[in-house]
């Protein structure tokens, strides 16, 4: 098998999360880390097998380093600079999300990789969440026939810590809509196999973070919102999210309705719901079923190919595994650039709804041509 040798730019936890997921994989070798932050450096230093090569900034690594793959995963607000300059690599890409905190960033960024050899794969691993990927494969095999509505519900604790507080002030995420549910809104596009129409949302900064200063800045993320995404075939999305419910005990309720029934994903707890409405009120069904008594199977979903589970259940382990094959068979990657500004687009819309009240018509946040 062809080793890939990676580089890393970007130590703190999540890129300490990629540099496992990579040991777990075959014929793999982290070559190489950059962060200006010396303890997040030793951090990731410390779990590297080998002697990779340490760097403080980005652009040592990118002149002086021999490597294969890059994965890129620092504050967001610093994803333009640092793709820009490692486009101009001949290195694979697998850049976190949110791809940029704008529009425009992130436009400029699908423009420069234009007529590239190498890949450039956008970090959306939600979708390979065993649960979800399963009802995904369901729903384009027309297990609930058309499908007319997706439901995404996220209950949890606040925003974790990071270096320097970067995540709590909208300037350097994007956003909370941006920065944590760009997932969810890539989620309703890969569903429904469509791109958004229109996006009307409400949310606020209610309860976290509000006795808090930085350098006497006080954070203004929101915590909590409902964003209802439209499509042209006139299927809706919509988005639950709340950041101050930690005794949720599932916190990542993913529903998808058709015509003909309807799938539901269940995260911590790995469930996956499915229904048929013909099968309603069949007795011989609920006997089937004996779990619900309404003619619903309930499983639980795992894929015994994750040798490593860390922080997404196993996702970011199949993203890392898929980004690998698809650099060894010469395959595009499964979440494009234009995917991952579509994301930050749909934020960037519900963000712009909340402060004007009104409903924002995707063509007035993306160029027609996407």
Known sequence: MQKIRYALIGCGSMGREHIENIKALDATEVVALADPHPA???????????????????HDLLGDAAFDALVISTPNHTHLGIVRDALRSTAHILIEKPL??????????VNLAQGREAIVWVAQEYRYMPPVAEMLRMAHAGAVGRVHQVAIREHREPFYPKVNDWNRFNANTGGTL???????????DLVLGERPLSVFASGAQRVNHLDESYGGRRPDILDSAYVVVEYPSGARAMLDLCMFAENSVDNEHITIVGDEGKLESLLPSMTLRYGRRADWGKREVW????????????????????????NHFGASYVEHAKFADAIRQGRPPEVTLAEGLR???????????????????MADVLPANW
């Open 100 to 109: 940029c905190t704008r529009v425009e960033d992130c436009l400029e960024l």
């Open 343 to 361: 994301a930050v687009a749909t934020g960037v819309a519900a963000h712009r709804s909340i402060a004007t009240n009104q409903v924002v018509a």
């Open 287 to 310: 006997g089937q079923t004996a779990s619900s008594g309404k003619g619903v199977s309930v499983r639980r979903v795992w894929d015994t190919s994750i040798k490593y589970m860390g």
């Open 178 to 188: 941006v920065e944590k549910c760009c997932h969810y809104f890539n989620l309703m």
């Open 40 to 58: 997040s450096r030793e951090a990731a230093r410390a779990i590297t097998p080998g002697t990779p090569k340490v760097y403080e900034n980005h």
